[in-house]
């Protein structure tokens, strides 16, 4: 049978064919949908874990138990897993372990550009990189081979374009594989120094015996041209490469990334006379082709950041692109991103924003908007969980030099379970007198509403006990706890002012949730009367614009009538803006 597959799902479907026990991930753009699409699956045990170290443990712990394991997580992610990363190398697996990386090259939804090749290449792990999304598939079923073939973890790198582009795919039958007999071994993985300096001289035995498939693997394929122009890629690189230099030229195309088959490699480049290598992010191939003595073109022509689709490859050759429609840019309207209409965030950042000598620690999420006018209510973000720790070190510094300068810390729920509560145990610990705020709205929203420890449910849908971070943040040791309404703007003041007026570490958990959430049994009773009202605007709006500094995108303004308006499809009722208003002149309609 043949289907329509994005990468991800394709990813997920080979998973499901090579007869995974285990699977475990940590939402994130562009690899969530891996993780959705195995929940699909019967047959595969599949949760998401509070952050991707957490699922790379609890999945190599299913492969050392026996069992064919996988974790996916973007690129990023592979920093916080990579403590495991570097010991799972030395210790190899028991069933087969994958593991796969999204990287995203150009940025689209992250905080950098991160090439994880280099990952494979430091922690001495084999890599491929399919091209489409039947590679895709059929990657993942060779990568569980290669993995207890070489009884080593495999990684697979992905980048944005393959995990959501759409190939046709051929499906096939999953093959049902016996969870492997576990047999403990501790000089195999029990990694004390005495033990853990024989797996190093183990691992480089692995390694060698990996270069030399990959010298040889069909995954590395040479297709001759008819002219002398020799072309090196791997991942989507491959086929951008193919619609710019067609037939004129020849191809090695690398389907096993690490190790470089540097025999072949050699040979490709001594077959043609000016060789280009196509490669997003770092120059990983053609420092190797550099190496081995070869003076190909990449960095000198070719961009160093950004995604390098075909005419990002035609402007770099030729100087030119295809050509395409033009229009009146003049005539676009610009829509920066906001926070949606009816948002819980919108009253914490609109009272946080108006705060004077006060510096916003943010964290990762939607609310990193709020960094942005209206509101201006952000100094900072670094990655997941950072908020509260670098706030507090922030802190500390204001209070040495004497300078009056407060932090307030924020960020999200999910984030808080992913590594801020090691950030919140940092400060409680180190005697912070930090204001750290947790934006409780229930599910993980940036990545598009996934459950998590503290919503209830499980990625199958399963009610779960949901952790309480009221409790949680007072085992802690935090004993100045508030939890509030965000869209109760009088309760934001007070509970602003209180963490404000305490020579101690408090918290404000403001618990209201995603306006685009699914509600649950729980959400319907604790939040019964949540976005069910509309609002609207009466005569006695005086045109001062004072609502529109609450950023909803229900809200808009007539120039010619001098009026605010409110869009009623979008409104869900905050009131955020009725409170705003001087004139009380916005009120729930029908009163």
């Known amino acids: 049978m043949r289907q329509l597959m994005t990468g991800n799902e394709a990813v997920a479907r080979g998973a499901w064919e090579a007869g995974v026990h285990f699977a475990a991930a940590y939402p994130g753009t562009p690899s969530t949908e891996i993780m959705e699409n195995i929940s699909t699956y019967d047959e595969i045990t599949c949760e998401w874990s509070p952050n991707e170290k957490v699922a790379y443990e609890a999945a190599y712990g299913a492969s050392l138990a026996g069992g064919r394991a996988m974790a996916s997580m973007k690129h990023v992610g592979i920093n916080v897993a990579a403590d495991p990363l570097f010991a799972s190398a030395y210790m190899g697996v028991n069933g087969g372990f994958v593991v796969i990386s999204a990287d995203e090259p150009g940025q689209h939804s992250s905080q950098s550009e991160q090439d994880n090749r280099n990952y494979a290449k430091a922690a001495r792990l084999p890599m491929l990189e399919p091209s489409d999304s039947q590679e895709c598939l059929d990657m993942v079923k060779t990568a569980f ?8 973890p495999v990684l697979i790198r992905l980048t944005t374009r393959i995990c959501h582009s759409k190939s046709i795919v ?23 120094p005495a033990i853990a300096r024989g797996l190093r001289l183990t691992l480089e035995k692995r390694v060698a015996k990996a270069l030399e498939i990959s010298e040889h693997s069909a995954l590395n394929r040479i297709e001759k041209g008819n002219g002398k122009i020799g072309v090196i890629s791997s991942g989507v690189c491959y086929y951008y490469a193919k619609e710019v230099f067609g037939e004129t030229a020849s191809y090695l195309k690398l389907g096993m990334s690490w190790p470089l088959p540097s025999g072949l490699m050699a040979d490709f480049c001594r077959s043609v006379e000016t060789i280009y290598i196509i490669e997003e992010n770092d120059p990983y191939i053609e420092d190797e082709v550099r190496r081995l003595g070869f003076l190909p073109h990449g960095r000198d022509i070719f961009p160093f950041c950004g995604e390098l689709m075909p005419d990002v490859l035609r402007r770099s050759l030729h100087g030119r692109t295809q050509p395409t429609l033009d229009y009146d840019r003049s005539m676009v309207l610009p829509r920066p991103p906001m926070l949606c209409a009816g948002c819980p965030h919108r009253g914490l950042f609109y009272e946080l924003g108006k705060k004077k000598d006060v510096l916003v ?9 709020a960094f942005s006018k209206p509101y201006d209510a952000m100094d900072w973000d670094i990655c997941m969980g950072a908020a509260f720790s670098s706030g507090h070190g922030a802190q500390k510094m204001f209070d040495k030099k004497g300078v009056s ?20 145990i940092d400060v409680a610990y180190n005697g912070s007198n930090t204001v ?8 993980t929203g940036m990545t598009g509403h996934q459950e998590n420890p503290g919503s209830g449910l499980t990625i199958k849908g399963e009610p779960s006990d949901a952790i309480s971070i009221e ?5 802690i040791g935090i004993k100045h706890v508030r939890v509030i309404n965000p869209n109760i703007l009088k309760e934001v003041r007070e509970a602003l002012e209180w963490g404000l007026s305490l020579d101690a570490p408090s918290v404000i958990i403001t618990r209201w949730p995603c306006v685009l959430k699914r509600f649950s049994a729980e959400d319907k009773r604790e939040f019964s009367d949540a976005f069910k009202e509309k609002m609207v605007v009466t005569e006695k709006c005086i045109g001062c614009k004072a609502c529109l500094k609450c950023g909803c995108p229900a809200l808009s303004f007539r120039s010619h009538e001098k009026k605010a308006i409110i869009d009623r499809d979008m409104c869900v009722g905050c009131t955020v803006c009725a409170q705003v208003c001087p004139m009380n002149a916005i009120v729930k309609e029908g009163e």
């Open 145 to 152: 081979e290669l993995s207890e073939a070489l009884d080593l």
């Open 170 to 192: 051929s499906l096939n039958q999953r093959e049902e594989v016996d969870i492997r007999s576990y047999k403990k071994d501790i000089t195999k993985t029990i990694t004390v």
């Open 361 to 369: 620690s943010g964290d990762i999420g939607c609310y990193t908007l």
């Open 405 to 424: 300068t407060r932090v307030v810390s924020v960020m999200g729920d999910s984030t808080f379970f992913h590594t801020g509560i090691n950030s919140l």
């Open 436 to 443: 750290n705020i947790i934006l409780d709205n229930r599910i």
């Open 471 to 475: 409790q949680l943040v007072c085992t």
